[in-house]
């Protein structure tokens, strides 16, 4: 199925963007103009399945329903107003998230770096309140916590700091999933440990079992507070509303963005009460976080998720595409590992990663990479076995021609 489109070609759109956009993102295969569920439609007709989902965004789908409905109405009643005032889609979005998950209090932003920021500011704050300043935070190789200078700092990937020193000061970081290291690292100057409870940018690796309750054992013992980025980890994405309800620890803090707007820019900081009186009135703010806009689209994405049981469906689907990837490794010696939880999975070639996403573009399957050899699967949730199915065909092909 085509889409006739009366817009600019693919073609011109990508003149004119680089022309005058500044080429942080290198040469954008495709011009994309329309979407709905897990198909996109490029601006010459194209159809394809999207089974990377704006990386990890449009949980639901794109343009789902429930989310278009709840920007409309809003749209149509309220679309901002400062934090100087209330309003009630910020208040009903953070009373449902504190319903479904350990957080207590909420602090909304606009994207993943802003609420890892938030994250650093209450944790330093928090130490300094408590009387007792442990300005350091540890994060792990490997990591991706996003690109303002605090996250990039707690991204433990030189590559991305290379050329924009000087950096803030008060990080270190350990190997993933290394807990000896871990707590050899837990100096009294610590204050926080931030991780991902699986890393994703950084090649889809999921830690050992025990890891996270043993690296919140080691924080407990040292009373240090454990921060959670599930940001691409979080909303249904790993088979749980919340990657931490796998391991049964709770964090002190956690960072969500991504799914959480399924498109619509959000960001949010949660923390237990304790925690939140870390920050004060004036501590931090944001002109638009948590505005009516974003947040009536987060009420909608939560609420479907929940009344759905969406996170629980991303499971099964889940299960079921790692087993036909692990089927696939049995057939391809290019393939060095396949790993994952939930919708969120990564296969692992023996050579670059590039070739093989570019073939399965080709033949209309849009997936991406995670660092050089990965190859990332972070679809929408609501993706059925046949789709899956033909993204493992198409997968089979893709490296049959390597
Ligand atoms: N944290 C994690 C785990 C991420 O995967 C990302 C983005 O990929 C970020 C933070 C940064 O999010 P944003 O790009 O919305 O700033």
New binding site residues.
């Given amino acids: 199925m085509t889409h006739e489109t009366e817009t600019m070609e693919s073609a011109a759109i990508k003149l004119m963007a680089q022309a005058h956009i500044v080429n942080t993102y290198g040469d954008r295969s495709l011009a994309i103009v329309r979407g709905e569920g897990a198909t996109l439609w490029d601006a010459d007709g194209h159809e394809y399945l999207d089974f990377f989902a704006g990386?990890a965004v449009a949980s639901l789908g794109h343009c789902h329903p429930a989310v278009t409905r709840a920007l409309q109405e809003q749209a149509a009643t309220l679309l901002h107003v400062s934090n100087l005032y209330y309003t009630e889609p910020q208040a009903l979005l953070a009373k449902m998230l504190c319903e479904n998950s350990f957080a207590q209090k909420w602090f909304f932003c606009n994207?993943?770096?802003?609420a890892?920021e938030a994250a650093i500011k209450l944790a330093r704050r928090y130490w300094v309140q408590q009387k007792t300043p442990k300005p350091t935070i540890i994060s792990a190789e490997h990591s991706?916590?996003?690109?303002t200078l605090g996250?990039l700092k707690a991204t433990g990937q030189p590559k991305y700091q290379a050329g924009f020193e000087p950096m803030i000061e008060g990080f270190k970081y350990v190997p993933y999933d290394d807990i000896p290291a871990l707590q050899k690292a837990l100096t009294p100057d610590v204050g926080a440990v931030l991780l991902?409870p699986l890393q994703?940018?950084g090649g889809v690796r999921v830690p050992s079992p025990n890891y996270l309750r043993e690296a919140r054992r080691a924080c407990d013992t040292m009373g240090v507070l454990l921060i959670l980025?599930e940001?691409?980890t979080g909303m249904g994405r790993t088979g749980k509303l919340f990657a931490y309800e796998h391991t049964g620890i709770t964090p002190d803090i956690i960072?969500l963005?991504?799914a959480l707007g399924n498109g619509v820019p959000i960001?949010a900081m949660g923390c237990t009460d304790k925690v939140a009186s870390g920050f004060s009135v004036g501590s931090h703010a944001s002109t638009f976080g948590g505005n009516p806009l974003s947040t009536a689209a987060a009420l909608a994405v939560v609420t479907t998720m929940v009344e759905t049981g969406l996170p629980q469906q991303a499971a099964a689907t889940g299960e079921y595409f790692l087993s036909k990837l692990r089927a696939l490794k049995a057939k391809h010696k290019i393939i060095a590992d396949v790993r994952g939880i939930g919708l969120m999975l990564g296969v692992e070639l023996t050579t670059p990663a590039g070739p093989a996403i570019g073939r399965m573009l080709t033949a209309g399957v849009i997936c991406g990479p995670a660092g050089p050899n990965v190859i990332r699967f972070v679809p929408p949730l609501i993706v059925t076995r046949q789709q899956v199915d033909r993204v493992v065909a198409t997968l089979d092909a893709a490296l049959q021609e390597a």
């Fill in positions: 990386i994207s993943g770096a802003e890892i991706f916590h996003g690109r996250a991902e994703g940018e980025d940001v691409q960072t963005a991504k960001g």
